[in-house]
């Protein structure tokens, strides 16, 4: 059983939140498809590109 200190705590954790926005279904797979058509357009990098980039930062 939880003891009233980890209550508390987790229940001050939860009221911090930040609200989550939801997207519809509709929405989700608009976004899928998109993402799709820009990596068969050749829009992203690879991971040796990327692991270059994060030596930058």
Do not use: C
């Not at 003891?3 to 987790?10: C, E, I, P, T, V």
């Not at 899928?32 to 991971?47: K, L, M, P, Q």
């Amino acid at each position: 059983m939880m003891k009233n200190k980890q209550f508390s705590a987790l229940s001050n954790h939860i009221k911090l939140q930040k609200p989550v926005n939801r997207v519809s279904i509709a929405e989700y797979n608009r976004e899928i498809d998109e993402a799709v058509t820009r990596v068969e357009a050749g829009e992203f990098y690879t991971h040796e590109e990327v692991e270059k980039m994060a030596e930058e930062w």
